[in-house]
């Protein structure tokens, strides 16, 4: 038996392979700061060819492509959905060079053929589907599900042995320090803007104020790195490393200016350590301890430095810029997002809250939950659970702090935005996924 996969990757290696599966987003990004019509299709060919060779190195593209969604329109999609359909393009031709039939995870085949026969039919009978928004989704959901049912600790332990917790956080963090860099170069070139004379929140375009695209994704960089200091075995250049790329993205977050995402990474950390106490209790090791205070105080220490010195802490931002949006308490009165809800759910018929409205049939719900119930109805909604349900017991088994927290920190930050068609949610359970699968072969490996 060949036991080469025990043998711990030499520390100079294993940061060597982290840049080159981070070598990918990276040039995509730095194109697309350029030049983004350039960046979207070098990006699509990079995805094709990376989720070609096994679409678990592709998932740092698909985070750069959801982060950066909205940066340009090109051919009439969004920048994102262009990498997006690479991954999927690339994952396809995976399974096709690797001759194995074309495998998807089941929980997942399940949202694609309800989503696909609910659309399909409302379309029919009410003439009013929108099929090119349904053909988006699925390529997302193809994506995932290869990426699932691929085996995905196979690829990683080519290149990282039995280092795969390890070297997932450190890609999740290279994401974040990238997006970071992208942020500050085009606020330096005003591609990036200011969405409120006086307060720091930036403006995306003519479609995205306070952008949650980039700040979701800045998000679950934050609570992955965290997470991973709190509970993932490491080396204290490990631990320090994952902290800095964490405080790095949540600077990120400040200057977005998009408050629930910030709301649920500070919910995540905090899980965070629940999570831990819950499944080891006394058994805590010291040094865990000892992280796991030293990053929730790390963290505190950067929000009371950000909320008593302004905005001026931060670079390219001018003097006239005094408030965080970050800080500025929502207004639950005003909130038209209740109103829009109520008046779509009050005009339904008993059918339509069955079986739903359709995608798109309440414009911008700004919520996960409600635009599922909207577009496929109570039936949507229980394949939605399902597939959330099982994502959370496989989190559960493999005891894995990250996955755990993860989903949760997604599940709250769309709460109060996204849809059911959007590409944040499924993007973002890659990582929940890829936590639990390389968790569960770490353990069988050690």
Same mark, same amino acid.
């Given at each position: 038996?060949?036991?080469?996969?025990?043998?711990p990757?030499?520390?100079?290696?294993?940061?060597?392979r982290?840049i080159?599966?981070?070598?990918?987003?990276?040039?995509?990004?730095m194109?697309?700061?350029?030049?983004?019509?350039?960046g979207a299709i070098?990006?699509f060919?990079?995805?094709?060819?990376v989720?070609? #060779?096994?679409?678990?190195?592709?998932?740092?593209?698909?985070?750069?492509?959801?982060?950066?969604?909205?940066?340009?329109f090109?051919?009439? *999609?969004q920048?994102?959905?262009i990498?997006?359909?690479?991954?999927?393009?690339g994952?396809?031709?995976y /399974?096709?060079?690797d001759?194995?039939?074309?495998?998807?995870?089941?929980?997942?085949?399940?949202?694609?053929?309800?989503?696909?026969?609910?659309?399909?039919?409302?379309?029919?009978?009410?003439?009013?589907?929108?099929?090119?928004?349904?053909?988006?989704?699925?390529?997302?959901?193809?994506?995932?599900?290869i990426?699932?049912?691929s085996?995905?600790?196979?690829?990683?332990?080519?290149?990282?042995?039995?280092?795969l917790?390890r070297?997932?956080?450190?890609?999740?963090?290279?994401v974040g320090?990238?997006?970071?860099?992208v /942020?500050?170069?085009?606020?330096?070139s005003?591609?990036f803007?200011?969405?409120?004379?006086?307060?720091?929140?930036?403006?995306?375009?003519?479609?995205?104020?306070?952008?949650?695209s980039?700040?979701?994704?800045?998000? #679950?960089?934050?609570?992955t790195?965290?997470?991973?200091?709190i509970?993932?075995?490491?080396?204290?250049?490990?631990?320090?490393?994952?902290g800095?790329?964490g405080?790095?993205a949540?600077?990120?977050?400040f200057?977005?200016?998009?408050?629930?995402p910030?709301?649920?990474?500070s919910?995540g950390?905090?899980?965070?350590?629940?999570?831990q106490?819950?499944?080891?209790?006394?058994?805590?090791?010291?040094?865990?301890?000892i992280? /796991?205070?030293?990053?929730?105080?790390?963290?505190?220490?950067?929000?009371?430095?950000?909320?008593?010195h302004?905005?001026?802490l *931060?670079?390219?931002?001018d003097?006239?810029?005094?408030n965080?949006?970050?800080f500025?308490?929502?207004?639950?009165?005003?909130n038209?997002? *209740?109103?829009m809800?109520?008046?779509?759910?009050?005009?339904?018929s008993?059918?339509?809250?069955?079986?739903?409205?359709?995608?798109?049939?309440?414009?911008?719900?700004?919520?996960?939950?409600?635009?599922?119930?909207?577009a496929?109805?109570?039936?949507? #909604?229980?394949?939605?659970?399902?597939?959330?349900?099982?994502?959370?017991?496989?989190?559960?088994?493999?005891?894995?702090?990250?996955?755990?927290?993860?989903?949760?920190?997604?599940?709250?930050?769309?709460?109060?935005?996204?849809? #059911?068609?959007?590409?944040?949610?499924?993007?973002?359970s890659?990582?929940?996924? *890829?936590?639990?699968?390389?968790?569960?072969?770490?353990?069988?490996?050690?």
């Amino acid at each position: 038996m060949d036991n080469t996969i025990n043998m711990p990757v030499s520390h100079r290696y294993f940061f060597f392979r982290i840049i080159i599966l981070s070598f990918p987003p990276a040039i995509i990004a730095m194109v697309a700061v350029a030049d983004a019509r350039v960046g979207a299709i070098a990006g699509f060919l990079l995805a094709v060819f990376v989720a070609a #060779i096994s679409p678990v190195y592709a998932f740092p593209v698909l985070l750069i492509g959801a982060a950066l969604n909205n940066i340009e329109f090109i051919f009439g *999609l969004q920048f994102g959905w262009i990498l997006i359909a690479g991954c999927a393009l690339g994952a396809v031709i995976y /399974t096709l060079l690797d001759r194995n039939n074309l495998r998807i995870d089941a929980s997942v085949m399940l949202l694609i053929l309800t989503f696909t026969i609910l659309e399909v039919s409302i379309g029919i009978i009410g003439g009013d589907g929108r099929l090119d928004r349904l053909a988006a989704l699925l390529a997302v959901l193809v994506f995932i599900g290869i990426l699932a049912s691929s085996n995905p600790h196979v690829a990683m332990e080519r290149y990282f042995n039995n280092d795969l917790m390890r070297a997932l956080i450190y890609l999740v963090g290279c994401v974040g320090i990238i997006l970071v860099f992208v /942020t500050l170069s085009m606020l330096s070139s005003q591609e990036f803007r200011l969405s409120r004379a006086g307060e720091l929140g930036l403006s995306i375009g003519d479609t995205e104020s306070s952008p949650r695209s980039l700040s979701n994704i800045l998000g #679950i960089v934050v609570v992955t790195c965290m997470s991973g200091v709190i509970s993932v075995p490491g080396k204290a250049l490990d631990k320090l490393a994952w902290g800095a790329m964490g405080i790095a993205a949540l600077v990120g977050m400040f200057y977005t200016g998009s408050r629930m995402p910030a709301i649920a990474a500070s919910f995540g950390i905090a899980l965070a350590v629940v999570v831990q106490l819950f499944f080891f209790g006394r058994k805590l090791r010291a040094s865990t301890i000892i992280w /796991t205070v030293t990053g929730i105080t790390v963290v505190v220490l950067l929000a009371m430095l950000m909320a008593a010195h302004g905005p001026g802490l *931060l670079p390219f931002i001018d003097s006239g810029v005094s408030n965080f949006r970050l800080f500025r308490i929502p207004s639950i009165e005003s909130n038209t997002r *209740l109103d829009m809800w109520g008046n779509h759910f009050n005009n339904v018929s008993v059918a339509q809250l069955l079986m739903g409205s359709g995608i798109g049939s309440m414009g911008n719900p700004h919520s996960l939950i409600v635009g599922a119930l909207g577009a496929f109805g109570i039936v949507g #909604i229980g394949v939605l659970g399902y597939f959330i349900f099982t994502l959370a017991l496989q989190s559960m088994k493999v005891r894995s702090t990250v996955a755990i927290t993860t989903l949760a920190y997604t599940l709250l930050a769309l709460s109060s935005s996204s849809d #059911i068609d959007k590409s944040y949610f499924w993007v973002m359970s890659t990582v929940v996924i *890829l936590s639990i699968r390389l968790s569960r072969a770490q353990d069988v490996i050690s």
